[in-house]
RNA sequence: GGGCGGGUAGCUCAGUUGGGAGAGCACUGGCUUUACAAGCCAGGGGUCACAGGUUCAAGCCCUGUUCCGCCUACCA
């Protein structure tokens, strides 16, 4: 506390903000007073929950996690604000693949691989590593603000989510639907373990497609040409296969070739899958290496030969082709076809193929045994859930991308033949072969009571622990109340990547284990790229670093310029420059905040009272803004439309109160001999609207907000658990948009003659002024000291009639004529330029809107209303503009 | 092949039910106006991708065309 008032007087009077002796403060501040922590079951208040997308351990703090976790902020500062009781899970992810890959990097700069340490060392290793660095990016979320309840931190390798994991493995395996299968799924040699379909990144890249010669057995003429991408699979092959409807062929089906190099006999079956158009018609199978192959051949009873190993090499299978990587087994396959004669062509050709979505490299299909889940009947009921609208997708369109994956959806393989992760619950006895599947680790055989038997060596898909994440983190399988308060939860934000990986995999592991969908609404965020639209990257050195943009503009620029860009897109493009802007509106709170300090010295709200108020036009307008902007800003929240919400406040803050009220009410402030009341209503107004847009700014920049709001009379602790501004129903008084409107086109138009003559703004003129209907008159004479101060003017003529000084420019606004009588000063040619460009401005817009009036199906068909209006709009524009000819033509016969 | 999103000011993008084209940045001119030059004041700038249709009225609804981006699929 006494650093914090140390501070406040160390920054009391600087003329621009910094937020860097600020913000750690008031996080420490914050923590300090347990202000984020969520209440408990006994607490009555109703829950609003979000559990963060947790990150990876080896993740460093990027901006789509900035942009990801200020929106989540922002709704969680605004729901806490609004008296919800909030609960903002953070946590992070253990990442099988990347953190095993950066450990294995740590350890080769040992000259070790984690097979000389073994699986237990390794793992050590793992856990030193992850103590070490893995709360990076939590830190990094304290750096942006981050609201999260730090007292229900959570991993996905702690002690109660690895109990989850295995009470869901077990529960699924229980009723049939996790099971193990040799089966063809994707391998990645360099992490040497299988990957989910998803997880494969398939990119189309220029090839060579490759026509083979299989000679035909007990025939030296006759041969069957094949064409492959991949020649070396070629030592895998088990038959051939064509279109049983191709002509070409019907005479070769059952016959027998020869795989050439090989020697192998493969039968010539025939099969609906082969498509006669492409290629040749003819397909060499290769079951173990080809899914489409591997379906072929349990059909046709193929046998299926695996010739690669686990590092992608190819094994004795492959003959005299052994140990070689893929690739020298396919130059080699190819120089001996060619040399003996086996080539007939070879094609350009334009392929996906598959790679890595953590390493890049390429992905072998191969056959192996691994794990399944059964997904079809876990999908269903997580389709339904949507379809109900018990979950939303923000923007909808989402729906469409999640449905299609669901009704397509296949076999999830979850076994990942890694070291760190959640290892797979099943234990094999070796003496009786029994399959043991339970969540507490067994120490003999229940059937046999043999003490011989081992783990499987798998662990499972981090995306398995993910999928438990809304349940997992909240203390299930334990009975726990904060499962119940806080489960479904209320919001879920995440990037359009993740759809398939994880959110749909959370709601069918939500449904099925808590018999409820795991969250209520699913707000999309968008991606986030450079100015250019290109992909944010390293290697491009496009990358915008939030914790630079933080040391450079502060978290609270950064955060309010993320608002400011999401809108309901895929992409959203962020520059430097963007920041820039929202870094000079932490600025201008700044310095309107030290414009109100310095007048509300004194003040306390306690001595007021509203009723004794006599406000004035402009007090009344501004708290009527106000009270606008509340109900817009929050009306956009409600919907999600972050982009909106802050730009409203934006707008309020600098172009109504900064712009015009303050500047409305200087005067008054300055003067000596004002009224104590007066005095103090203006100090009230002053600090009811600052109050209000820092509440509003809060859960955008809660920095600044705080640091501003703790120096003006306040009665909270912290303006976060200050109450979020309520829209106030009365109904606003119409006139008073309408009267200041009036007197700010006084302003506006004399100013504007000012600036097209060249004469400085801050120079006093005389003015005429005619103004035939005496409520306007009346209106400008009581608010005369105004115009006069903004528009500086120094004295005034205000008559219903009067003459037009000869030498003199003129302004309109409505029916009210502004004459600036410059003698000596004014050049008549400018002025009759200046006057008729108004004059084609105005002749433009008349034109359209009489074309209108006098299309008689206008007149017979739209709205009495619409009609009306542009019957007001013509005579308004007609009115301007005979005065502004008349006042042309006197000009002109001078 | 299938699907989705988008083409509005120089740039980045708003524009809810059809009814006077907006913002930020950039640009131009002026300003030592006592909170702020990270500022203040004033201003210029758009055939709303193209073609057709519905309508009294279309940036918005319908059809077609075109260009860009993304996701997805087992054509070897």
């Keep these: 506390m006494e650093n914090i008032q140390e501070n406040q007087i160390k920054t009391q009077l600087l003329p621009t903000y910094n937020p860097k002796i600020v913000e750690d403060h008031w996080y420490q501040f914050w923590i300090e007073h347990d202000l984020f922590k969520a209440r408990d079951q006994k607490s009555e208040t109703k829950p609003y929950s979000i559990v963060m997308p947790p990150p990876n351990i080896t993740g460093s703090l990027h901006i789509g996690h900035a942009l990801n976790n200020t929106l989540q902020d922002i709704m969680i500062r605004w729901k806490r604000m609004q008296g919800y009781d909030v609960l903002w899970v953070p946590g ?10 950066v450990v294995e990097r740590e350890i080769a700069k040992e000259g070790m ?23 990076n990016i939590l830190n990094q979320l304290k750096k942006m603000g981050c609201s999260c309840d730090w007292s229900r931190l959570r991993f996905t390798l702690d002690e109660g989510l690895s109990k989850a994991v295995r009470k869901v493995f077990v529960s699924l395996y229980q009723e049939g639907l996790i099971y193990r299968s040799n089966y063809v799924i994707n391998w990645c040699p360099r992490c040497q373990t299988a990957l989910a379909d998803i997880e494969v990144e398939q990119r189309e890249e220029n090839a060579l497609l490759y026509y083979i010669i299989y000679p035909l057995k007990d025939s030296i003429k006759e041969y069957i040409v094949v064409a492959t991408t991949r020649p070396e699979t070629m030592l895998g ?9 191709d002509k070409r062929y019907k005479d070769y089906i059952g016959k027998i070739a020869i795989l050439p190099l090989v020697g192998r006999e493969l039968t010539i079956v025939a099969d609906d899958y082969v498509d006669p158009n492409f290629g040749t018609g003819a397909v060499k199978i290769t079951p173990a290496h080809d899914l489409n192959d591997f379906e072929l051949g349990r059909r046709h009873h193929l046998e299926e030969i695996n010739i ?26 190819l120089r001996d076809l060619k040399e003996k004669g086996y080539m007939k062509k070879i094609e350009e050709y334009r392929h996906s193929l598959g790679h890595c979505y953590r390493c890049d490299t390429v992905i072998e299909p191969y056959l192996s045994q691994q794990w399944f889940v059964k997904m079809a009947n876990l999908a269903k009921p997580a389709i339904e859930a949507v379809e109900k609208g018990n979950t939303n997708f923000i923007p909808k369109r989402w729906t469409k991308v ?18 760190w992760g959640h290892r797979i619950p099943v234990w094999y006895c070796q003496d009786c072969g029994e399959i043991i599947v339970q969540v507490d680790d067994p120490t003999e055989c229940p059937k046999c009571h043999s003490k011989n038997i081992v783990q499987d060596k798998d662990v499972l898909d981090t995306w398995f622990s993910s999928a438990l994440w809304p349940f997992s983190t909240l203390g299930w399988p334990d009975q726990n109340s904060d499962l119940e308060k806080y489960y479904p939860t209320s919001l879920l934000i995440t990037g359009f990547d993740i759809i398939f990986f994880w959110v749909a995999r959370m709601m069918m592991m939500g449904i099925k284990f808590q018999e409820d969908i795991p969250f209520r609404a699913v707000f999309i965020n968008p991606l986030i790229k450079d100015i250019e639209g290109k992909k ?91 009270n606008i902007t509340v109900k817009k800003v929050t009306e956009y929240l409600n919907q999600y439309k972050f982009s909106d919400a802050a730009m409203t406040i934006y707008e309020f803050t600098w172009n109504y109160f900064c712009d015009w009220y303050i500047e409305l009410v200087k005067d008054s402030l300055y003067r000596k001999d004002i009224d104590k009341l007066e005095k103090r209503k203006t100090q009230y107004v002053l600090w009811h609207i600052l109050d209000n847009i820092l509440r509003l700014l809060h859960p955008f920049m809660p920095f600044i907000s705080e640091e501003i709001w703790q120096k003006i009379p306040h009665k909270e602790l912290s303006i976060s658990i200050s109450p979020w501004p309520e829209y106030k129903k009365e109904k606003l008084k119409k006139d008073i948009e309408e009267k200041v409107s009036i007197i700010q086109g006084m302003i506006k138009t004399i100013r504007n003659i000012k600036a097209e003559m060249n004469i400085p703004l801050t120079k006093e003129i005389d003015t005429h002024i005619r103004v035939i209907k005496s409520a306007k008159k009346e209106l400008i004479q009581e608010y005369w000291p105004y115009i006069k101060k903004l528009a500086h003017v120094h004295s005034s003529i205000i008559e219903s009639s009067l003459e037009k000084p000869a030498y003199s420019a003129t302004g309109v606004l409505e029916d009210i004529e502004i004459f600036v009588p410059l003698k000596g000063v004014i050049d008549l040619e400018s002025e009759v330029q200046r006057l008729e460009n108004k004059l084609t401005k105005v002749e433009k817009e008349m034109t359209l809107i009489n074309k209108k009036l006098k299309n008689i199906d206008f007149i017979q068909k739209a709205p009495e209303d619409i009609i009306q209006k542009e019957r007001i709009k013509i005579k308004e524009l007609t009115d301007v503009w005979n005065l502004i000819d008349k006042n042309l033509k006197a000009l002109k016969s001078l």
Excluded at 113 to 135: I, N, V
Excluded at 308 to 333: F, I, M, P, W
Excluded at 588 to 601: D, P, Q
């Design 308 to 333: 690669l190993n686990d590092d992608g090499t190819t094994n004795q299978n492959a003959g005299s082709y052994a140990n070689l990587s893929v690739q020298e087994c396919r130059e080699k396959v």
């Design 92 to 101: 992070t992810d253990h990442a099988g693949i990347a953190t095993q890959n």
């Design 536 to 626: 944010m990257s390293k290697s491009r050195g496009n990358v915008i670093d939030p914790l630079l943009m933080i040391d450079q503009y502060g978290a609270d620029a950064l955060r309010m310029t993320l608002a400011s860009l999401t809108i309901q897109a895929n992409y959203i493009r962020l520059s430097k420059e963007k920041i820039e802007t929202f870094r000079n509106f932490t600025n201008k709170i700044w310095n309107v905040s030290r414009f109100c300090l310095t007048h509300l010295e004194g003040f306390d709200p306690k001595d007021c009272k509203i009723e004794d108020f006599d406000f004035n036009l402009f007090d009344q307008w501004i708290l009527d803004q106000l």
């Design 237 to 245: 092959d088990t038959a051939i296969a064509v279109n049983p409807n």
């Design 113 to 135: 691989t984690r097979y000389d340490l073994g699986r237990e060392k390794f793992l050590e290793r793992a856990w030193q590593w992850r103590e070490k660095y893995g709360s």
């Design 402 to 419: 999640y449905y299609e994956w669901m009704y397509n959806i296949k076999d999830w393989c979850i076994s990942r033949q890694l070291w």
